[in-house]
């Protein structure tokens, strides 16, 4: 069992060190553009069992108890809370926020093939063309395109996601484009690839695109971004916690190991 003990609290140990690096991603990321914390979840592997419970026992009668012995632990998720993070007014022009459920879906390309993808960040620009693009370094175009016409003023973005410009020798606001949001069955589901977009895949089943505000879909709110859903205080009690149950690991690894030095000292009488 001294073996044993050793490599059930290697399995500890190897699953406090990624629910560090878990933790540690969520606190690197606290100021990033509504970045979406994570958490490690654990399960207990398969045990050994010396005696089922229910066998029957000298008697004929059932055992009340069994004889099993745990062998570890093992990861089973990292899953994303995708609780809405706090507004921040910016008074940006194209800086939106998604208020409640809703992806902007965006073309990029990707290993070479131009993508779609999506994002719960709202900080916009215009590129060279005028064209609605995410300020991410990939130049990731806003789906469907949206191009504001060289010379427009006052761009407005209504809550339904409808732009208007006042345009050149005009008084008046004009209609040049409409932001669709995205949403998905199960939104756990997605591909996080980098750079504050995900990607679909077959667990989360295909994107449902609508009209912000309508069918279950967000709003949008221009002049404000979403931070990130990270509490730094919850994530350091989680970084402390995850010290001590390492710490713990290595300490029951140490006596499994002095436990095995015992035994093999003693076989030499």
Do not use: H
Request: hydrophobic residues 40%; aromatic residues 6%.
């Amino acid at each position: 069992m001294g073996i044993q003990a050793l490599y059930t609290a290697a399995t500890g140990m190897s699953a406090m060190d990624t629910k560090l690096n878990v933790v540690a991603n969520n606190l690197a990321n606290v100021e990033t553009v509504a970045f979406k914390r994570s958490r490690a979840n654990f399960a207990d592997i398969l045990y050994q069992t010396i005696e089922r419970p229910g066998l029957r026992g000298g008697l004929d009668a059932p055992l009340p108890t069994g004889k099993q012995v745990g062998v570890g632990v093992q990861l089973s998720s990292i899953v994303l809370n995708f609780e809405q993070g706090a507004p921040e007014i910016t008074n940006g022009e194209f800086d939106l926020l998604i208020k409640d459920d809703g992806f902007f879906q965006v073309l990029a390309f990707v290993d070479g093939a131009e993508t779609a993808l999506y994002t719960r960040a709202g900080n916009f620009t215009l590129d060279s063309e005028g064209t609605i693009v995410l300020d991410n370094g990939m130049g990731a175009v806003l789906d469907p395109v949206i191009t504001v016409p060289s010379g427009a003023n006052d761009v407005s973005i209504s809550q339904t996601g409808l732009v208007q410009a006042i345009l050149p020798g005009s008084s008046e606001f004009q209609d040049i484009g409409q932001i669709e949001l995205a949403r998905f069955v199960n939104r756990q589901g997605l591909e996080q690839i980098g750079d504050n977009l995900y990607r679909q895949t077959d667990a989360s089943g295909e994107p449902i695109l609508g009209i912000p505000s309508q069918d279950g879909l967000g709003s949008v709110i221009q002049g404000q971004l979403e931070r990130s859903n990270v509490e730094p205080v919850r994530e350091l009690v989680a970084l402390i916690q995850t010290q001590r149950s390492f710490e713990l690991n290595s300490q029951s690894l140490q006596s499994a190991d002095q436990t095995l030095q015992t035994l093999i000292n003693m076989t030499r009488f």
